[in-house]
């Protein structure tokens, strides 16, 4: 029990560490406290632009899908108003 609990926690530690930038952290020492604040704010850069991706795409899919009911939507109107 204890083996699989250190072995999926050093698994998990090594994942963590190969988080990708564009910026350079490898100038700083693996685990001083710069090297963290770069890694962080590299992780959070990659979240906030997977969540504007994801907002983006769902606007998009939204007003393609909403544009198609608002057009039936004008038309019975127009048909029942008589214009």
């Known amino acids: 029990m ?13 994942i963590s560490q ?11 020492k693996k685990f001083s406290l710069d090297y963290m604040k770069c890694k962080a704010n590299s992780a959070k850069n990659k979240a906030v632009s ?6 983006t795409d769902t606007k998009e899919f939204q ?4 544009s198609n009911e608002k057009e039936k939507i ?6 029942t108003i008589g214009e």
């Open 2 to 14: 204890i083996k699989t609990i250190l072995i999926a926690f050093i698994f998990v530690f090594y």
């Open 18 to 28: 190969k988080v990708y930038s564009k910026e350079n952290c490898s100038d700083f």
């Open 50 to 55: 997977a969540g504007k991706n994801f907002i």
């Open 63 to 66: 007003n393609k899908e909403w």
């Open 74 to 79: 004008n038309k019975i109107k127009k048909k």
